[in-house]
């Protein structure tokens, strides 16, 4: 591709709402576009890269019995209504207005309405179903570029089985498959256990990248690997011993003491002796949660156990419900329709204090046993740094990352809500055992970027990079640089993609500049000095190294590179 006539919009200037390192090169190097809040054009350098994302892809779903869909990307709205899943995407789902259609953020409900139609027997399972497709998420603060857009490309598959046992094999076949998808293309990644959240299951693990810029919480453990999503990580933290005394409840005068710190200072008593109440709705009950001391509630564990969607109190609801506001509310005395869910850490808690459900007054010497119905124990905490380890008591550390994909056990829950059955040897029906497995396209260019940038430019590698070699022609005014620059790109065009920089009217310096900023790994320079000794140079864009290479020797020193 010559750079004269290609396009190529390099921009010297980071652009200004571009805030991480992925983002800022994918514009700058004329990758993508932005066309709105999270909506990019994907512009002929970036769509490359995609494109060889995909084809690894495609290769590594191949080798596992993948067999390719395109599924349609606009959906009849009943489909989403029979699954329950319009109401638990909410908002982040697009409508298209007035009529009975969305736009799809996954494909759960497609796959499974297809399977219904056409499986009928144990001996038509396993299938493995995958599509590279476009998906529509109406995400609430798109940013980060196109690592969180609300229009995005996604390899999703979907395993049927007919049992949990060869789901565990279809599972398998992905996971391994994912490993060799992020190592063909040179990403840094780990892999965690995690929430199955909305879209129900029994198991999921996430593959992450290490980055600052990552909207998720990671807990892991240096000493034995231990590595969760915050989501669903827990700890070893030990529990307090608790007094076992049984001295009756007292009601004591808490004027203006609304936090767990306030409590325990006023009260002289230490922050672990103290219960916290926190309250949520759900369309049958209010859930109250006691939590240790300043514990904070894992809303995604929460989600795990309660089954179905919540929402955080309002203080008029608090009035109504416990006669008091928060800061004062407690289990003791709740009225019968108010579920009682109480973290481990207080499980069989004696001589704690709680609120009284009384404006400014707490109780003293609450048995939760003895005093309060307990309906569950489980635990909904937060883990902490520095907590010690689950399975080896190292001390846990909490970084960020971005997850480039998910793999799930769905289980029955799809098929079930849409009755995709399959007749077992027996001839009984049962429903298909299914699994969902998804990866963003772009989201892994703009991580492998994350991990391989220079303060000039992007650096890639050869199984990502748009083009194989960047030659450029250092002077245009050269009949020598001009003749030589257009035999070799027209021989090396042969077996390599290449981007010949030939044009006349910048400066050396300007396509040396953009050469470093695109980051094809190798570049050849072509000018008149090297000639005069019949040579050009090659420099490595990644390590910066320089060599002179004789002309007859090129070819050789090109294929030894890219070995
Ligand atoms: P996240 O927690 O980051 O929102 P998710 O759990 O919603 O991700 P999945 O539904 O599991 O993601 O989607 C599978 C993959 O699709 C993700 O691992 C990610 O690589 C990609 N992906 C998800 N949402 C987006 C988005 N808004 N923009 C780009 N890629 C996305
Ligand atoms: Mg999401």
Redesign the pocket.
Known sequence: MRFSKSFFPTIKEIPSDAVIPSHQLMIRSGMIKPLGAGIYSFLPLGYRVFQKIMNIIREEMNSIGGQEFHLPGLNPIELWQETGRVESFGDIMFHVKNRQLILAP?HEEVITSIAKSHIRSYKELPQIWYQIQTKF?N?PRPKSG????RQ?I?KDSYSLDTSFETLNTSYNLHSEAYKKIYDRSGLKYFIIGASSGAMGGSGSQEFMIESNAG??TIVVCDKCNYASNLEIATSNKQKIKFENISSKTEKVFTPNVKTIDQLAQFLKVPVEQCAKSVVYITDKNPILILMQGNDQVNEAKLLTLLGTEFRVSTDEELVEIFGAETGSLGPVGVSKNVKVICDNQLRDAKNVITGANLNDFHLMHVDLLRDSRIDAYADIRVVEENEPCISCGNSLRLIKGI????IFKLGTKYSVALKANYLDESGNENPIVMGSY???I??IAACYIEQNYDENGIIWNKALTPYDLHLIAVNMKSEKVIESSNKIYEELSKRYSVIFDDRSQVTAGVKFKDADLLGIPIQIIVGERNLDNNSVEIKLRRSGERKIIKLEALQTEIEKLNE
Not at 146 to 149: D, H, L, N
Not at 403 to 406: F, I, L, R, S
């Open positions: 996954t998420r995400e196109v690592i969180r857009s995005f996604m909207e998720d997850e480039v994909g998910h998804g990866i963003g772009e989201r």
